[in-house]
Structures are given as C-alpha cells and as structure tokens.
C-alpha cells in the first residue's frame, strides 16, 4: 500500500504574509480541473498533530522547520490532507493527486513542508506593503482573526494571525508595531527559506496583477504548474470569504497616516522581498 505522503504528488502550496490575498488566490487557482483542497486552511489539521501546536513548543511560534519531520508525523499529516481533499465537483480523490494547500501560517513553514513533499511546489504572493499592513490592521481589530486569545503574557489585542517568533518582545506595543514587526518578521522568514529552493519548485505572483488580469495571470501560472484551466475569470470577481472590507485602489490610506508611522520598520524586509522578486524574474 502506497504511504500517503507518496500519494500527494507535486503538492502546490501558497505563502505570503497574512492579508497578502491568498484566500482570493487559493479559491480560484482550487477551480482548476484535476486539482485538490480541503476546501479550507490547515490550521489545526497541522497543530493537532502532538509536538507542533505552540502550547506544545512552549509558546515559541508557528515557525516549523525541518528537523520538526517525522515518519509519523508526516504520515499524520498527509493521510489528513488526503482523507479531505475534494475536487471542484466535491469528488475525493483516487490514487495519486496534485493538493493545493493555503494558511497564512506557512510562510513560517517552508523548510517543514520542503523535507515532507521534496517536490512540492511554492506559490509566493506579494501584495504591497502598505495595503497589507492596513488590511493585518484591520484583521487584528475587528476580532475574526484571533488564533491565539488565550497566549500567555500577552496584552492588548488577543493575538491574531500568524505567531512569529519573538512575539514576546511586542507586548505592550501598539497595534501598528505589533503587526509591522509581525510583517517583517514573517518576511525575513520567508525570503531566507525559499532562497534555499530551487527556482523551478517556485513561483512569484504579484496580488496587484491578479487583481488587474486575473484570467492571464492564472493560465500563465496553472500552466507552469502543470494543470489546467478551463473557466474564463471576469475582472470583477467575487469577494474572498476572508474579506473584511471590499478592496479597492489606495484603500490604505485611510489609515494613511498610522501605516506611514511604521514603514521604517518594515522597509529592509520589504527591500529584500523586491530584490528577491526582482531576481527570480531576471
């Protein structure tokens, strides 16, 4: 019998930093014909799994790397992934398939997926900063993104989104440090671990142009991801259901002045994540 790890072949996976837009990207790219998901993100179908929730690693982060791998872990996991993907049409899967799994929490968890899935594949969303920081702004105020309310220490706001390592340091913070610092941190992350793959286990993607051209946009990237499409995309698309408020051009600037006060912190992450976009498509 086929181990279930094996049974996921060439697994897609999306990261990004929170409010990046993924959600919108994982539900269209989830229209393909051939492809699998749950159908939601993997948050506890990961930290159920005894050993990497943070209670379990003493409030440290969401961060998972590669000596984190077990044989049974990984089985864990990906028999859970397999037992709940479904197809466009709501069909479960067969025998070997392509998975295309999205939560914000795997920006901080390439290494741990690279050494599960060797050839999966890495999708990296860029959205602008500024819009991202208002939107994490946004997230972490109106209440609906609290991963951890009840984490230990912690002040304020119930902790919301990803928890990055030296979470610590932000208590008693404002909310517009606390979600620069969290940006960048995620960043920096991120840009050190897919530096470590191969450029044709990556994709780069700018949230901007799949707003602009979602139907060239996509059937360019479900073409270099081997799958393929078959819907016609209006420019206008329906609202991810993660949406807190509707987007549209500039939307940040009604916290114009709150996400210009933190810019300075998120810069060098934000240098670094242009040049690394900038290298991967020269």
Known sequence: MSKASD??????????????????????????????TTGQESHWLIEDIPGLAP???????????ADD????????????????????????????????EKTPKNALRVPFFDAIWPDSIFIYLHRDVRDTLASM???????????????????GYPWSLLLVPGWQQLVGRSLPEIVARQWATTTDILIDDLKTLPK???????????????????????TSLGLQWDRQLDRELP????????????????????????????APAEARARDFIDDFEA
């Open 200 to 222: 044709p286990r990556l994709r780069v993607l700018s949230y901007e142009s799949l707003r602009q051209s979602p139907q060239a946009v996509v059937e360019q990237l479900a």
């Open 239 to 266: 609202l991810s259901k993660t949406t807190v408020s509707p987007p549209r051009p500039d939307k940040w600037r009604r916290l114009e002045a709150v996400v210009e006060a933190v810019l300075p912190i998120v």
């Open 137 to 155: 702004m946004e997230a972490w105020a109106c209440g609906a993104f609290r991963t951890y309310p009840d984490l230990p220490g912690w002040t």
């Open 7 to 36: 049974l996921l072949q060439r697994p897609i996976i999306i990261v990004s930093t929170p409010r990046s837009g993924s959600t919108f990207l994982y539900e269209i790219l989830e229209q393909a014909p051939g492809l699998f």
């Open 69 to 100: 791998v077990t044989p049974e872990r990984s089985e864990a996991i990906a028999n859970e992934f397999y037992r709940q993907l479904r197809d466009r049409a709501g069909a479960k899967p067969g025998e070997r398939v392509r998975m295309l």
């Open 55 to 65: 209670p379990d690693r003493g409030w440290s982060s969401n961060r998972l790397a």
